[in-house]
């Protein structure tokens, strides 16, 4: 069992950055792929980022590909998304997720454990 806390989210101008992060709980947090989602009001919950259990792959939403890096910590249980360049239709809230996969994992299906979400709100 893993359980997933999400934080750093808030409200920012556009252009500005944030750093979300997430602290999981549980000895196996090493060996789950993670991944980052977001959900806007009236839409469906999305695909962000995502990051193999060793931290050597990632993979990125082209909404955000070069904007947004995701990392981990294994040490400390915890995974990051730094977002720069932010931008009014980033305003979401973002969500973690954990996979027992020992690849990235895109697809929301594949994720076993979810975190509550903290709200990110882009201003223009």
């Known amino acids: 069992q893993v359980q997933l806390v999400e934080s750093g989210g808030g409200l920012v101008q556009a252009g500005g950055s944030l750093k979300l992060s997430c602290a999981a709980s549980g000895r196996t947090f090493r060996s789950y792929a993670m991944g980052w989602f977001r959900q806007s009001p009236g839409k469906e919950r999305e695909f962000v980022a995502a990051?193999?259990?060793?931290?050597?792959?990632?993979t990125y939403a082209d909404s955000v590909e070069g904007r947004f890096t995701i990392s981990r910590g294994n040490v400390r249980n915890t995974m990051y998304l730094q977002m720069n360049s932010l931008r009014p239709e980033d305003t979401a809230v973002y969500y973690c997720?954990?996979?027992?996969?020992?690849?990235?994992?895109?697809?929301?299906?594949?994720?076993?454990?979810w975190g509550q979400g903290t709200q990110v709100t882009i201003s223009s």
């Open positions: 990051i193999s259990w060793n931290g050597v792959t990632t």
């Open positions: 997720a954990a996979a027992r996969s020992d690849t990235v994992v895109r697809g929301q299906g594949g994720y076993d454990f």
